[in-house]
């Protein structure tokens, strides 16, 4: 029920002003998150259908605020600031990862190990170069969704093995916003 957020989000026509904001949308998603691991605390993660990550809902909410840029007076401008704010963020997650206990056992650790990795890789270059807007713009906020996305992959697995606080206590999130209520259907 919880994920029917964005869900809602996506299936309405967009404005713009419809949507969320990335910091918004990715405040929702945390806490979603954070939910999944309350629930199956003392479930064997193998035995949960659907495993509890679910990064693809990053890449949603940089598609929701590349939307609201389209629909802005300035989308060039509105995309670059987003590349700019998904760094940051991709960044302050970072920070807080700790280095993975490379001699671990047990397959959640390794999968720390490389998401860990992953979050922290090298890019082999410019990925948009050769481009002009607005596929630059665009393609800078793709980039550094996907950099976020890597991040927030690297978070999740160290939030499994309790090694970072929940991302509102490491200051990357916020709390999610209040549900309203669907509206009943006409009639009833």
């Known amino acids: 029920m919880r994920g029917l957020l964005l869900l809602g989000w996506l299936a309405t026509p967009a404005t713009g002003q419809d949507l969320p904001d990335l910091q918004t949308c990715l405040n929702s998603y945390v806490d979603d998150y954070e939910w999944l691991l309350e629930v199956h605390a003392d479930d064997v993660l193998e ?21 609201i840029c389209d629909a802005a007076e300035a989308s060039y401008a509105c995309q670059r600031d987003l590349a700019d704010e998904e760094r940051a963020l991709a960044e302050a997650i970072r920070a807080g990862l700790p280095d993975p206990d490379r001699g671990g056992d047990g ?13 922290h890789g090298i890019s082999a270059g410019d990925d948009c170069a050769g481009t002009e807007d607005p596929m630059t713009s665009w393609c800078l906020a793709r980039e550094e969704g996907n950099r976020l996305r890597d991040a927030v992959s ?12 929940p991302a509102t206590e490491a200051g990357w999130a916020g709390p999610p916003p209040p549900l309203r209520p669907l509206p009943r259907p006409e009639g009833r």
Do not use: F, S
């Not at 390794?110 to 992953?118: E, P």
């Not at 690297?154 to 606080?165: C, G, I």
């Open 47 to 67: 035995d949960i259908e659907g495993g509890i990550w679910h990064v693809e809902e990053v890449p949603n909410c940089v598609t929701m605020a590349i939307m």
């Open 107 to 119: 397959w959640a650790k390794r999968l720390y190990a490389a998401t860990y990795d992953l979050a």
């Open 154 to 165: 690297a978070w999740q697995v160290a939030r499994y093995l309790d090694l970072v606080p």
